[in-house]
């Protein structure tokens, strides 16, 4: 049986087609629903728009390829948005497709899952507007917390000045506590771990990014070079999207800087993540 999993989140709407647990393939559109959010606490009707449409189209294309079942599932830019409501009603009217907007801890918990299965250890996810954190030992959750910052919140907070992003940052990650997670298997899931990744290899192929270790040493390293070049210079490089040039330099600081508050001397970046997770969540005991 054919199941479509679309995934709305602060930076990107994505899709993923599952058969009997397996994941075909996925696709993903930039559409930015959290820009500007960290300033006026609420989505512009502009990215509701773009994000609502895309929504449609991958709703569309899931059931045009044989979908049963399309499940819908929002994070941080809907859950904390003034408006967050309207743009459930707006996927509700273009396509009639109810969203789950999902909590924090949710999302962490989907996360690890999507990327662990029933493992232990621990997984990192940097988002547009939020980023997770969660470490499960002897099959329950040992530490979890989701933070108010992400790459696209940076970028508007921010945008590329090293000081304030670094301020910014380091705000958010007091929230943290003293928690340590380096003895635990870390790994990092979302665009901005699979970005790095991409860039590490010179091309992004999910087969080859799937499994890459990074060292917190290589991750701070890219962080200050991405950041001292221009976008064109950024979109030029190998592996990069180009959707996410202008973001990539402080979320790839924010992982860096999560690496060291938490003692985590290397992680390995999982293209399996929270639609695997949500998946398992619904479809998962039947």
């Known amino acids: 049986m054919k ?7 602060s930076n990107s709407v994505r899709l993923a087609m599952m058969a009997d647990g397996k994941t075909l393939y996925k696709k993903l559109e930039t559409t930015r629903l959290a820009e500007g959010l960290s300033k006026s606490g609420k989505l512009s009707q502009k990215g509701i728009d773009r994000s609502a449409a895309a929504v449609s189209a991958f709703y ?8 049963e079942k399309v499940y819908a599932f929002a994070t941080a830019a809907v859950r904390t948005a003034e408006n967050g409501s309207d ?3 707006k996927v509700k009217q273009v396509c009639n497709l109810e969203v789950d907007v999902i909590s924090g801890e949710l999302e962490a918990e989907i996360g690890v899952l999507g990327a662990l299965g029933a493992n232990d250890g621990g997984v990192i996810d940097i988002g547009g507007a939020s980023t997770e954190v969660i470490v499960r030992c002897g099959g329950a959750p040992v530490f979890s917390k989701s933070l108010d910052i992400g790459a696209v919140r940076l970028k508007d907070i921010a945008a590329y000045d090293r000081d304030k992003l670094d301020e910014a940052i380091n705000e958010k990650l007091n929230g943290l506590g003293k928690f340590t997670a380096g003895k635990h298997k870390m790994y990092a899931i979302g665009g901005t771990a699979t970005t790095i990744a991409a860039i590490k290899h010179g091309f992004y192929d999910p087969e080859v990014t799937h499994g890459t270790v990074l060292t917190v040493e290589e991750v701070e390293r890219y962080a200050g070079e991405l950041l001292t070049l221009t976008v064109d210079e950024v979109r030029a490089l190998g592996g990069m999207q180009y959707d996410r040039a202008d973001v990539i330099g402080g979320g790839c600081l924010l992982l860096a800087r999560l690496m060291q508050k938490l003692r985590i001397k290397s992680l390995t970046v999982s293209e399996a993540d929270n639609l695997e997770g949500y998946y398992n969540l619904k479809e998962g005991a039947k």
């Open 87 to 89: 743009f459930v009603l």
């Open 60 to 67: 569309s294309q899931a059931k045009e390829e044989g979908a």
């Open 3 to 9: 199941t479509g999993l679309i995934d709305i989140g």
